[in-house]
């Protein structure tokens, strides 16, 4: 990538990068994946974002993007649209994982980085 | 750059442990690393349900959509690609329709497309077919389901538009040399699907049957059918 002729070739701009061996096993999916995959089809669907703006804001993640998974992008970035929209608020969002959070029940509080640094 | 407010995986924090093998990049997809669902869940996991919720709470989503999603991905989604081919092979008028408007002709089936246009493109005995989303994962989902762990891959995705021979080999499939390759690079308002070639001895087998021997796999193009164990 480092040899790109293309100065504003974003993270996502990987065709024709060298790369290695693919790994061909379809290792599936979690089920939070799979609760990330739907809940992006239903926002896309139930037209509250469109994909072109999922897409942009994946795109902004920059140097971030490759350190991410696929679901951490997609979720991510449809945070990124909702909030701009104001669907809700950030408040609504932490106060909101924070219940969800406690539901779990997480048995070691130190591994929660919520516990560490609250999320603005 | 934009940094977003969830830049909060400190390096050496064990439960985040697989975002600190930036070099890894590569096994972006690749289990088990990344598996939560024995574990506690990740902040990703936390906020897509907060999310949901909160769109569920003020109206956006109806309760039980993203269920009933699920559910389509799973069930009923894998499958459809495998009977638009299998009917079009049996049914030249189809095909032909198929190749002309692929949204159309998927509609006379029942499936609605997420993408605006369907290009079908056809295997031949001279020209093959392969279908990639360098950017990022558009595929035919409801044709297909989710895309495998291979097709969302940085490896996938950068490689098989410069080196599709080499890199179908890494999926078994050897093409003879005077086979043309066409790469298809998918976007969001543009899906491919594969009609693959129809293998000699499937004379006179049932749609039903056919669809059996059109894995995902033949319909993206990395693989081709095959009648053996059938």
């Known amino acids: 990538m480092t040899n790109s002729p293309l100065k504003n070739k974003g993270p996502q701009d990987i065709g024709g990068d060298p790369a290695g061996p693919i790994d061909t096993t379809d290792h599936g999916m979690t089920h939070w994946q799979r609760q990330a995959n739907a809940f992006r089809s239903v926002t896309t669907m139930n037209k509250i974002v469109i994909t072109d703006e999922l897409r942009r804001a994946a795109e902004e993640l920059g140097s971030q993007y490759g350190q991410m998974q696929y679901f951490e992008i997609t979720t991510s970035a449809i945070k990124t649209v909702l909030l701009e929209k104001k669907l809700f608020t950030e408040e609504e969002l932490q106060q909101k994982m924070i219940q969800i959070r406690a539901r779990f029940n997480v048995p070691d509080e130190s591994l929660s980085p919520l516990k560490k640094t609250p999320l603005k | ?230």
Not at chain 2, 67 to 90: N, S, T, Y
Not at chain 2, 126 to 149: E, K
Not at chain 2, 172 to 183: F, N, S
Request: proline share 7%.
């Open chain 2, 1 to 230: 750059m934009k940094k977003t407010s969830f830049d909060i995986h400190a390096p050496g924090n064990a439960h985040h442990d697989h975002h600190d093998h930036v070099h890894d990049h590569d096994h972006d997809e690749h289990a088990p690393v990344n598996e939560h669902d024995n574990g506690p869940p990740n902040d990703y996991e936390i906020m897509s349900r907060a999310m949901q919720e909160l769109l569920e709470e003020k109206g956006y989503i109806k309760p039980g959509q993203i269920a009933k999603r699920m559910e389509e991905f799973d069930e009923q989604f894998p499958f459809r690609g495998a009977q638009v081919v299998a009917r079009a092979w049996v049914d030249p008028a189809f095909k032909a329709r198929l190749l002309a408007d692929g949204r159309a002709a998927c509609l006379e089936l029942g499936t609605i497309l997420e993408a605006e246009r369907l290009i079908a493109v056809e295997n031949t005995p001279d020209v093959h077919n392969v279908i990639v989303c360098t950017l990022c994962s558009c595929y035919p989902r409801s044709l297909l389901g989710m895309p495998p762990s291979w097709y969302k891959s940085r490896n996938y995705r950068s490689r098989v538009v410069f080196e599709p021979r080499a890199v179908l080999k890494e999926f078994g499939t050897a093409l003879a040399e005077d086979v043309t390759i066409r790469v298809h690079d998918s976007n969001a308002d543009m899906r491919y699907l594969v009609i693959p070639m129809r293998p000699h001895g499937t004379e006179g087998w049932s749609e039903e049957k056919l669809s059996q021997i059109l894995s995902r796999d033949t319909l993206v193009g990395v693989t081709v059918p095959s009648i053996t164990n059938h």
